[in-house]
T-cell receptor, first 111, second 113 residues
């Protein structure tokens, strides 16, 4: 059974810092991996989707990498802003199975 | 272009009651998945519907059932509500044979008293 773990559970940084969020998974036989953002009381907004044949994806200040062999993905946020404050979730698509989520990292960016 | 819409946004029920949640997928999508998200946790997969059939199911009891209509909209039904069913219920839509991200609605917040 696929287990997804996100570390740290919470992170507080001053504005302007570069930061890394970590995601690890136990089954490397995944179809793809997706990073989401969730604001309080809201649904999920897709940030980046990395297909199994890819190693990274970039969108603006965000960069996500995927290393299937080690069961790890990282989300890098450059020059963080207060508007980046949210919970960040990673999710894997194991082959032939349903989507599995981590519990998320709650990020606070202080002005 | 409307995204995924869910109704109602909030709902309060008592133990033992039944509830129906609704989801309209993003235009052009044919697949609807439902997730339960408890406070402080990641979403847990309930089931997925495609062509009006349940395609996959997570580890949820039979009290949780669903339906997909010919227009691709979907309902989630929960019978004999328990306190532990209190959660945010999320609906996501996608195209089954297109490896693109799932699109999520804002969810229905269900509180059981």
């Amino acid at each position: 059974k696929q287990e997804v773990t996100q570390i740290p559970a919470a992170l507080s940084v001053p504005e302007g810092e570069n930061l890394v969020l970590n995601c690890s998974f136990t089954d490397s036989a995944i179809y793809n991996l997706q990073w989401f953002r969730q604001d309080p009381g809201k649904g999920l907004t897709s940030l980046l989707l990395i297909q199994s044949s890819q190693r990274e994806q970039t969108s603006g200040r965000l960069n996500a990498s995927l290393d299937k062999s080690s069961g790890r993905s990282t989300l890098y946020i450059a020059a963080s802003q207060p508007g980046d404050s949210a919970t960040y979730l990673c999710a894997t698509f194991p082959w032939g199975n349903d989507m599995r989520f981590g519990a998320g990292t709650r990020l606070t960016v202080k002005p | 272009d409307a995204g995924v819409t869910q109704s109602p946004t909030h709902l309060i029920k008592t133990r033992g009651q039944q509830v129906t949640l609704r989801c309209s997928p993003k235009s052009g999508h044919d697949t609807v998945s439902w997730y339960q998200q408890a406070l402080g946790q990641g979403p847990q997969f309930i089931f997925q519907y495609y062509e009006e059939e349940e395609r996959q199911r997570g580890n949820f009891p039979d009290r949780f059932s669903g339906h997909q209509f010919p227009n691709y909209s979907s309902e989630l039904n929960v019978n004999a509500l328990l306190l532990g069913d209190s959660a945010l219920y999320l609906c996501a839509s996608s195209l089954l044979h297109d490896n693109q991200p799932q699109h999520f609605g804002d969810g229905t917040r269900l509180s059981i008293l």
